[in-house]
C-alpha cells in the first residue's frame, strides 16, 4: 500500500521545477493552488490562461509545468507564476 505525500511548489510561467519525494513514485497528480500575475500599468484585461501539468515521473522524482500568461486588448501581454501542489503516491 502507498502512501500519499503533497508538495507545495511556485513555478514561473513557461517553467517546470523537479520534486524529490525520497522513494519511488507510483502515481503523481498536480492542482492550481494560486498564481500571481500582473501588468506593470493600468490594462484592461482580455485573457488570462492559467495552467498546471504533470511534466512526468521518473523514480522518486515528480515534475510539474506551469503557465501564467494574459493579454489585454492592445495585445499587451504580463505574465507571472503559478502556486502548484504535486500530489504523489510513494513506495514509503
Do not use: W, Y
Not at 47 to 54: F, N, P, R
Amino acid at each position: 500500500m502507498g502512501v500519499v505525500q503533497f508538495r507545495s511548489i511556485t513555478i514561473d510561467n513557461g517553467k517546470q521545477e523537479t520534486v524529490d519525494f525520497g522513494s519511488r513514485v507510483i502515481n503523481a497528480s498536480v492542482a492550481v493552488q494560486g498564481f500571481d500575475i500582473s501588468f506593470s500599468k493600468d490594462h484592461h484585461l482580455r485573457e488570462m490562461k492559467i495552467k498546471a501539468g504533470l511534466g512526468g515521473i521518473s523514480g522518486s522524482q515528480v515534475t510539474a509545468t506551469a503557465t501564467a500568461t494574459m493579454r489585454d486588448d492592445s495585445n499587451h501581454h504580463g505574465s507571472g507564476s503559478v502556486n502548484v501542489l504535486i500530489i504523489a503516491e510513494t513506495d514509503a
